[in-house]
C-alpha cells in the first residue's frame, strides 16, 4: 500500500469570487488558472460566515460558527476543540500551518487569553521558542496583520529582521508609544482601508506574500517520503488595508478598472441597515453596542478612490498568484505534485462598490459569501472543469478525512464532498447555512441557500431577505414582502427549519438504559 495522498489548503483573504483571471480578462493569475486547466472550478462555493474567526475556525472543525463557539471576531476558539489538524496528526500526517490564523483576538482578557494579541504578538522571544503543536497542528508560523497593520510581531516579524530589516516597525502602523517613519498615511475621512499613497515602501523583498510562500516551502523540503503531510498556507491578502510594494502596486490602471455599483432605489425593499449606508452619517441605534459591527457606517465613498483601491486589490491576488506558482513548482520538485491534492480558496469575499458597498458587513449578497474554490488532484478529479454544485467550507474538515481514509466524527456539520470532486455525483448539498453574529443581539442573522432561492432572518426582527437567485442573479429585488411571493417565503421558511434540524449534530453516541 503507497502512502496516503497529501494535502495542500492555499487560502487567502478577503477575495471576491471574480478574480481568477481564467474568468476575468482584467486580472492576471496564472498560477491558479493553471489550477482551473488541470482541475475542478467550483462557481457556488460560500463560507459559513463572511467574518475571519469564524470562518477560519470552520474550516478546521468542520462546524458552524454557532457549534464551535468562535462566533465573531474577539471569541477565541477554544483550544481544546478537535480539529482536523489533530486528526490527521494522530493518523500520521504532518500537519503545518503558515499564514494568517486568527483563532484569537487581539486582545487578551481573563478566561479568554489569546497568543495572537498583544503584547505577546511582539515578544519575538517567545515566538522564536513556539512553532507549535497548536490546533492540532505539529508545526506553526504566523503573521496576523494585513498591509500596514499595527498589530504585526510573531514569526514573519522574526524573518523581517534576519533577513536585514531590523527596523521593520518603522513601516508599520505606530502601536501606542511608538512612532512610525514609513508607514503610509491614514486616511481619516474613511474607513480603515483607505490610504492616500497606496505604494508601500516596504520593499517586495519583506513582504508577508513572500514571507508565506518561502516558509510553506521550507516546510515542503522538511518532509519525508514515507510520512503524507497537510499543509495550510494561509496567505494574509487581498484584505485591505489597499496599500502594496511595487511592482505589483503599480500593476493595474486604476482607470481599466470597473467597480461595482449602486443601483438607484435598489435598497428601498431591503431591512433599514442597507440604506442606511447610503447616508453621510448614519445612525445605527444599537448596532454597535458593546462592540463595533463591521460595516455598519457611511459607505459613501468616491468612484475614482474605489479605483485606485481596486488595483491595489488586483495587485495584491496577482503577487499572491506569483507565490502560489512557487509553491506549485516545489511540490513538483520534489516529486509530490500528482500525489497531493490541492484546494485554492478564500475565508469570505469582498465588496467593491457592489451594491454601493465596500469591504464587509452584515450585507449577506453573493459577492460577500461566494468564495473562489479551485480542487486540483491528477487522476481524481476531473480536468478544466467546473461544476455548480453548492459547498460550503464546513465541508473541507470532512473531505479531507475521507480523502485520507479517516472516520469522519459525528459532531462535524460538514458533507464529505469527495464524490463531487471525483466527477461521480453533480451534487451532494441540499442547501447551504450563513451566519453571522457580531454582538450579543444585533446585526444577527442567518442565511439559507438552495439551489434557486436565498432567505435571510434577522433575530428579533420582522424584515429579512428573499432573492431568486436564478431571475435576479444581482439581487435587486428583494421579495421578502412582496404580495405574490409569500407562498415561496413560506416554503423556504419551512425548508430552512427543516435544515436546520437535519444539521444538527452530536458529539456523544447515546447508550441504552441510561
Not at 496583520?145 to 514573519?156: I, K, L, M, P, R
Not at 516579524?157 to 502602523?173: P, T, V
Not at 519525508?224 to 505589483?248: A, E, R
Not at 433599514?272 to 462592540?291: E, L, V
Request: hydrophobic share 30%; charged share 20%; proline share 7%.
Amino acid at each position: 500500500m503507497g502512502k496516503k495522498p497529501n494535502i495542500l489548503l492555499i487560502t487567502s483573504d478577503q477575495q471576491h469570487h471574480d478574480t481568477i483571471g481564467k474568468f476575468n480578462s482584467k486580472i492576471q493569475t496564472p498560477s491558479l488558472d493553471r489550477l482551473c486547466n488541470e482541475g475542478m472550478n467550483f462557481t457556488r462555493a460560500y463560507c459559513p460566515s463572511p467574518v475571519c474567526t469564524p470562518s477560519r475556525a470552520s474550516i478546521i472543525t468542520g462546524q458552524y460558527p454557532s457549534s464551535h463557539g468562535a462566533w465573531t471576531i474577539g471569541v477565541k476558539l477554544e483550544e481544546t476543540v478537535e480539529t482536523i489538524g489533530e486528526l490527521l496528526y494522530k493518523n500520521g500526517y504532518s500537519t503545518g500551518l503558515i499564514g494568517k490564523a486568527h483563532f484569537q483576538p487581539l486582545t487578551s482578557v481573563p478566561g479568554q487569553e489569546s497568543i495572537e494579541g498583544q503584547p505577546t504578538l511582539r515578544d519575538l522571544e517567545f515566538w522564536k521558542n513556539f512553532k507549535g503543536p497548536w490546533y492540532g497542528f505539529e508545526h506553526i508560523e504566523l503573521a496576523r496583520n494585513h498591509a500596514d497593520e499595527s498589530h504585526v510581531g510573531q514569526h514573519y516579524a522574526i524573518w523581517m529582521e534576519q533577513n536585514g530589516l531590523s527596523d521593520w516597525k518603522e513601516y508599520f502602523q505606530p502601536v501606542p508609544g511608538e512612532t512610525s517613519k514609513y508607514a503610509p498615511a491614514i486616511a481619516r475621512e474613511y474607513d480603515y482601508w483607505a490610504r492616500p499613497d497606496r505604494v508601500w515602501q516596504l520593499d517586495e523583498k519583506h513582504h508577508y506574500t513572500n514571507w508565506t510562500a518561502e516558509r510553506s516551502i521550507e516546510f515542503l523540503d522538511q518532509q519525508k517520503d514515507d510520512k503524507p503531510f497537510f499543509l495550510w498556507t494561509s496567505f494574509q491578502d487581498p484584505h485591505p488595508p489597499y496599500v502594496l510594494s511595487d511592482p505589483w502596486a503599480s500593476m493595474y490602471n486604476p482607470s481599466d478598472m470597473s467597480p461595482g455599483t449602486l443601483k438607484e432605489g435598489e435598497h428601498d425593499l431591503n431591512p433599514p441597515h442597507f440604506g442606511k449606508t447610503q447616508t453621510t452619517n448614519p445612525d445605527f441605534d444599537n448596532w454597535h453596542s458593546p462592540f463595533n459591527a463591521h460595516g455598519c457606517m457611511s459607505h459613501l465613498y468616491p468612484m475614482e478612490e474605489l479605483k485606485k483601491d481596486m488595483a491595489i486589490y488586483y495587485g495584491m491576488i496577482s503577487f499572491m498568484d506569483k507565490n502560489i506558482g512557487k509553491i506549485i513548482n516545489k511540490l513538483d520538485q520534489i516529486g509530490e505534485l500528482d500525489n497531493t491534492i490541492i484546494i485554492f480558496t478564500t475565508d469570505h469575499g469582498h465588496f467593491i462598490g457592489q451594491h454601493g458597498l465596500i469591504a464587509k458587513g452584515p450585507f449577506h449578497y453573493e459577492d460577500m459569501l461566494r468564495l473562489p474554490f479551485i480542487v486540483r488532484w491528477p487522476g481524481k478529479v476531473p480536468q478544466n472543469t467546473s461544476s455548480s454544485s453548492l459547498l460550503s467550507l464546513v465541508d473541507l474538515a470532512p473531505t479531507f478525512l475521507k480523502v485520507a481514509g479517516i472516520d469522519i466524527p459525528t459532531q462535524m456539520q460538514g458533507v464529505d464532498q469527495t464524490d463531487v470532486f471525483y466527477g461521480n455525483e453533480e451534487s451532494i448539498r441540499s442547501h447551504i447555512f450563513v451566519e453571522n453574529r457580531h454582538n450579543p443581539k444585533m446585526p444577527h442573522l442567518k442565511t439559507y441557500i438552495n439551489d434557486n432561492y436565498k432567505i435571510s432572518i434577522y433575530r428579533e426582527a420582522n424584515y429579512g431577505e428573499l432573492f431568486d437567485l436564478e431571475n435576479d442573479p444581482n439581487e435587486y429585488n428583494n421579495l421578502w414582502d412582496n404580495t405574490n411571493a409569500q407562498t415561496l417565503k413560506k416554503e423556504l421558511l419551512f425548508k430552512f427549519a427543516q435544515a436546520t434540524l437535519k444539521d444538527e449534530t452530536s458529539k456523544m453516541k447515546r447508550v441504552s438504559g441510561a
